[in-house]
């Protein structure tokens, strides 16, 4: 995405708890003399800040133009992932656009294949079995905290629905004291004018 120097940009990640979230980013600054983005931006940085869905401040640092930055999640649901350059120009002349490539994934633990083939068949075999065992697990987590989300919204959805009904039969009981209140202010005007 694309971002002013001194822009704050903001991403909302749905994250279930005590899982593990890491980011990689790589920031581009607009060259006008070239007209394009160069590859790397030196000098600039990345403030990261993540928020957690009750407004705790989890992750707050400052890292380089290129980089990858973790944290574990406590809670389930919204965190707020937001980046910001480090720029020290004035906001006035802070006019530079930067590219930011980002790439967040949840509850992912990639193998290092490097690590994989330096050990023996036996020990390969262990470890894609730990691999596939800890994917299980956060497939797991993800399950249930998507039944927690389900469960939560059936609730809220069978509460609306019950004040709904309750709306429609006070409304229905308002319509009928008012028709019944008329037709007697009726009857009354009528005899008392000696009509009926």
């Not at 949840?106 to 068949?121: N, P, R, T, W």
């Not at 008329?182 to 009857?187: D, G, H, T, V």
């Amino acid at each position: 995405f694309h971002s002013g120097e001194r822009e704050e940009k903001c991403i909302i990640e749905d994250i279930p708890g005590d899982t593990l979230v890491i980011g990689n980013y790589k920031v581009q600054r607009w060259d006008i003399q070239k007209q394009e983005f160069l590859e790397s931006a030196p000098g600039l940085g990345m403030f990261v800040t993540v928020t957690t869905p009750s407004a705790e401040v989890l992750l707050s640092k400052l890292y380089g133009p290129q980089g990858t930055f973790s944290f574990t999640s406590y809670l389930s649901g919204e965190h707020v992932i937001c980046l910001q350059s480090n720029s020290t120009r004035f906001v006035a002349f802070a006019g530079s656009k930067l590219r930011i490539h980002l790439d967040i994934r949840v509850g992912e633990h990639f193998l290092d294949e490097s690590v994989v083939q330096a050990k023996d068949k036996v020990n390969e075999v262990n470890i894609r079995l730990e691999h596939l065992i800890e994917q299980i697990h956060h497939i797991s987590k993800e399950q249930n905290y998507e039944r927690e989300r389900e469960e939560k919204f059936r609730k809220t959805s069978e509460e609306t629905n019950s004040n709904i009904l309750w709306w429609a039969i006070v409304q229905t009981l308002i319509l009928i004291s008012i028709g019944i209140w008329q037709i007697k202010s009726l009857r009354d005007f009528f005899i008392s004018k000696k009509l009926v």
